[in-house]
């Protein structure tokens, strides 16, 4: 296995060197915020996420083993997986009592509706996918790891990963097909 990437900044993450947090923050939470974007479609929801995944990392850092299976990236994209799979779980309704604006008038703005639109279809399939399907596929997509390392992010099999990532896009196929073709099939 590599080397782990951060591993220089460790010795001031166990000393508690708040500078060697802030390095591995600038080095990772961009990551680490998408990944809990893509997984819960809530920005202030991601924001937390990292915030709690990099906490934490900051209070287990002393105790973090140099040889093991997980880089520290890898570790904190497990734990921000858990962290969106549990927040899911315990979502409730938000309701509001504010009225949507009205359209842009511009000439353009038809195609940026039908842009949008078609971004929240997909963004619904995927946040409507079992747990489990989609953090593999936000983490094979949206963060772009391999199966070897998506399914270390997971903690399971590279085949059950395989497994996970194809029932995730046959079922993102059948949701977002269009509704005559899906009539016809």
């Known amino acids: 296995m590599p080397q782990d990437p951060d591993i220089d900044l460790l010795p001031g993450l166990r000393a508690g060197a708040p500078e060697a947090l802030s390095t591995l923050m600038d080095r990772h939470l961009n990551r680490i915020h998408g990944l809990a974007w893509n997984m819960t479609g809530d920005r202030s929801q991601a924001e937390d996420i990292a915030q709690e995944t990099f906490l934490r990392f900051w209070q287990a850092a002393p105790g973090w083993k140099d040889a093991g299976d997980a880089t520290i990236l ?52 995927i946040l409507g996918l079992p747990d489990r399907q989609r953090a593999a596929l936000v983490l094979s997509y949206y963060q772009q790891l391999s199966q070897k390392d998506g399914a270390a992010v997971m903690g399971i099999k590279e085949k059950a990963y395989e497994s996970l990532l194809s029932r995730a896009k046959a079922t993102l196929k059948l949701n977002l097909l269009p509704e005559k073709e899906s009539l016809r099939q």
Not at 76 to 95: F, H, Q, S
Not at 96 to 123: G, H
């Open 74 to 125: 890898t570790w904190l994209r497990r734990v921000a997986t858990r962290l969106c799979i549990d927040e899911k779980r315990r979502m409730r309704p938000v309701y509001t009592d504010l009225v949507p604006e009205k359209a842009d008038p511009a000439p353009r703005a038809d195609l940026e509706i039908v842009r949008s639109e078609t971004a929240e279809r997909v963004q619904s399939a």
